[in-house]
């Protein structure tokens, strides 16, 4: 019952609403990655499709159209009632969608021509919290410390560091074990953990961890001992760098002070972040283009050359459906008695024919709109893939006009890939910026105020590095009208420090 003032209203509302069939999902993950994840993903779709398979260049014929044929030939040809499994026949777009997910972390940079090596299976590597674990077993823990020990272990992050409570560590034990232990007994394991490999693990904070490593080094060494009194004692004037006041206060001159300093700064001070063999080889660039201009002579300075813009493949294969399964296709249409089993081998085969054949042209779509992305990003920054400099102003919707795509296209297109040049590796990124004007009113690209901002503080006077307002001042002397503020957020996306922290004692 309603009651007054309440009114129910039903009412129809009609909307437009856009979704991405199976084919544009999988075109888009295949768009955005590099070349080392596409050889990979190749290599996964492969294991996952008995259908598709590696083929050589000249065997790529137009095999999907002729099983298209066949099937629309057998459909023509045949009579009677359809098949009860032919009439219901759905694709599962669930398991399809899955089969073909990929996150864009699992690639390697391992793939190889060589059957020999190609399935060996990668060695296995201890893990940190695997080889602490050994570690800890050979220390001389009663029960009760081995509790703790564990409990400290799983309690690391990333870097290394315990930034648990001491205390709820100790409740915890007495909570799930029912075995009684305090906080001196749980700093007691931790210093212990401490002083395993990596040095440093299990610290509280930096200077903890800085300071055990230290420790650890030779005695009676008067640059480890300057440098332990550093971080015991003077630990708030080494983060500002006032040289001065440590010089005086820990009676030292430029050159000893120096020596300590180095050698804080040789230290760990992320004993977790141990670098994995296979995490090392993820992390190596393949360059998905290569561009180079060629000159039409080498005598004149204004010549009409060419620009030579390749797509890398050079390690994945050419993909083909299976002849294989073409024959069983061919025997199943010859049969006129149908049978439950052979209507689901149809099934079977149509249906992964169909993933096979999306696969391939969502690759040739990958390829197609990479290399267009590619040329209109070289006619639009002909003058720095001529001469390596000379960077224009340029944003996503520049490309994405010129291609006629949408801007998210051209953004996945451009995340994570890179160019090999005449002048070096870039990322599709690094061409990509905003617009500056100079005092003669000429439009330049901030990548070049970048640029020249990070030489500026590269050749400072280590001793006195130059403040923002003073690099202010300089690049406006160069013509560039940028404010303080700008060059600030220019130098912090750079990852460089303020003034202050970037002095050295030279």
């Known amino acids: 019952m309603l009651k007054q003032g309440q009114s129910q209203k039903l009412g129809q509302k009609q ?13 888009i993950k ?13 290599k996964e779709e492969i294991e996952l499709n008995p259908v598709l398979e590696e083929a050589e260049p000249e065997e790529i014929t137009e095999s999907v159209d002729e099983i298209e044929r066949e099937w629309e030939e057998s459909e023509d ?7 009860p499994v032919d009439q219901n026949e759905e694709i599962d777009w669930e398991s399809f969608l899955h089969n073909t997910e990929f996150d864009g972390q699992s690639f390697g940079s391992n793939y190889s021509g060589d059957e020999e090596f190609r399935d060996l299976p990668n060695p296995y ?11 800890v077993s050979l220390l001389d823990l009663d029960d009760t410390e081995k509790l703790i020990a564990d409990q400290i272990l799983g309690s690391l992050d990333n870097d290394g560091y315990f930034r648990r409570e001491i205390e709820a560590v100790a409740d915890n034990i ?39 490593q230290v420790e650890m080094m030779r005695r009676n060494d008067p640059v480890v001992e300057t440098a332990k009194k550093i971080l015991k004692d003077e630990w708030a004037a080494f983060e500002r760098k006032h040289f001065s006041k440590l010089k005086t206060r820990l009676g030292v001159d430029d050159e000893q002070l120096k020596e300590a300093f180095n050698l804080i700064k040789g230290l760990n001070p992320r004993p977790g972040a141990v670098a994995n063999p296979d995490e090392d080889s993820r992390q190596y660039i393949e360059p998905d283009f290569e561009v180079y201009y060629v000159p039409a002579s080498d005598d004149e300075e204004d010549d009409d050359g060419e620009f030579v813009i390749k797509l890398n493949q050079r390690n994945i294969p050419p993909l083909r459906i299976s002849p294989h399964y073409k024959e069983i296709w061919d025997d199943l249409k010859k049969n006129r008695k149908k049978n439950s089993q052979e209507s689901e081998a149809r099934s079977f085969i149509r249906n992964k024919v169909e993933s096979a054949q999306w696969f391939i042209e969502s690759i040739r779509q990958r390829q197609k709109t990479l290399l267009d992305t590619m ?6 920054q002909e003058d720095f893939f ?19 795509l949408d801007i998210s296209t051209i953004s996945r297109v451009v995340n994570g890939k890179y160019v090999q040049t005449n002048f070096g590796v870039y990322e599709l990124k690094y061409f990509f910026s905003e617009g500056l004007k100079m005092e003669s009113g000429e439009e330049v690209s901030s990548q070049e105020v970048k640029n020249l901002l990070e030489e500026l503080i590269k050749n400072e006077d ?17 013509g560039y009208q940028v404010a303080r503020r700008t060059v600030s957020k220019y130098r912090e996306k750079l990852n460089l420090p303020v003034a202050r922290l970037r002095k050295q004692i030279v």
């Open 30 to 42: 295949l768009l955005q990655l590099p070349t080392i994840g596409l050889e990979q993903r190749v």
């Open 125 to 135: 590597h201890e893990t940190l919290l695997e080889e602490l674990e050994h570690q």
């Open 462 to 478: 280590k001793k006195n590095p130059l403040s923002d307002q003073e690099l202010t001042k300089l690049l406006r002397d160069r």
């Open 174 to 212: 007495s909570f799930n074990y029912g075995v009684v232990s305090d906080e001196e007994q749980v700093e007691k394991v931790r210093k212990k953990i401490q002083r395993l490999e990596p040095v440093g693990i299990a610290s509280r904070d930096l200077r903890d961890c800085l300071l055990i």
């Open 77 to 83: 040809e045949s009579t009677g009632d359809p098949d």
């Open 386 to 404: 001529k001469f390596g400099e000379g960077l224009k102003p340029m944003i996503l919707k520049d490309v994405a006009e010129r291609v006629h």
């Open 375 to 380: 040329k209109t990003i070289v006619a639009l």
């Open 15 to 27: 909307s437009l609403q856009q979704k991405l069939s199976p084919q544009q999902i999988q075109y």
